[in-house]
Antibody, heavy 112, light 109 residues
Framework: QVQLQESGPGLVKPSETLSLTCNVSGASIITGYYRNWIRQPAGKGLEWIGRIYPSGSTDFNPSLKSRVTLSIDMSKDQFSLKLNSVTAADTATYYC?????WGQGILVTVSS | EIVLTQSPGTLSLSPGERATLSCRASQSVSSTNLAWHQQRPGQAPRLLIYHAFSRATGIPDRFSGSGSGTDFTLTISRLEPEDFALYYCHFYGSSLPDTFGGGTKVEMK
């Protein structure tokens, strides 16, 4: 069974960079699929951040593109998100997802 | 960008009743690019339907998807207590950015 697990700091200061990693286990099913990052502010809907393909190519939400970097390490079955210049508006639960499987999510709060 | 509009915002029903959730796209999309996810309180979303019609592994057959073009529907034939949750439609798998609808909350009357 495929499992995805987000990890990273739960608290980030304004103007700094939010960095998260998604570790994938049981990955053989999703080897050829792109990997997504999605976020959800408390009490609000889902917002797609971007995706990265196994090749390393990427697509982004136009509203976040200038601040997002995605990377992937297929040998470690993990992929990562960096979001720079964060503000309180970036406070949300961040999910990684691929091929229909979702991680449990990690709450990241932006606050000094 | 494809904008997805879900209606109604909230659906108040009783267990055993039929739920019909709508998702309208701002322009025609392929059925291969439309999914539905369920999110129970305090949980991560989970995939219910992909390619507009296909149930994900382990999803009960009371859930069904239909539609084409700009209008898609998720139907829950007989609501079980665990079905009272939020539901999101999702445009994916295209060269365009993914987008989600605003969600429909199915609440117990």
């Amino acid at each position: 069974q495929v499992q995805l697990q987000e990890s990273g700091p739960g608290l980030v200061k304004p103007s700094e960079t939010l960095s998260l990693t998604c570790n994938v286990s049981g990955a053989s099913i999703i080897t050829g699929y792109y990997r997504n990052w999605i976020r959800q502010p408390a009490g609000k809907g889902l917002e797609w951040i971007g995706r990265i393909y196994p090749s390393g190519s990427t697509d982004f939400n136009p509203s976040l593109k200038s601040r997002v970097t995605l990377s992937i390490d297929m040998s470690k079955d993990q992929f990562s998100l960096k979001l720079n210049s964060v503000t309180a508006a970036d406070t949300a639960t961040y999910y990684c997802a691929s091929a229909g499987f979702w991680g449990q999510g990690i709450l990241v709060t932006v606050s000094s | 960008e494809i904008v997805l509009t879900q209606s109604p915002g909230t659906l108040s029903l009783s267990p055993g009743e039929r739920a019909t959730l709508s998702c309208r796209a701002s322009q025609s999309v392929s059925s291969t690019n439309l999914a539905w996810h369920q999110q129970r309180p305090g949980q991560a979303p989970r995939l219910l339907i992909y390619h507009a019609f296909s149930r994900a592994t382990g999803i009960p057959d009371r859930f069904s998807g239909s539609g084409s073009g700009t209008d898609f529907t998720l139907t829950i034939s007989r609501l079980e207590p665990e079905d009272f949750a939020l539901y999101y439609c999702h445009f994916y798998g295209s060269s365009l950015p993914d987008t989600f609808g605003g969600g429909t909350k199915v609440e117990m009357k």
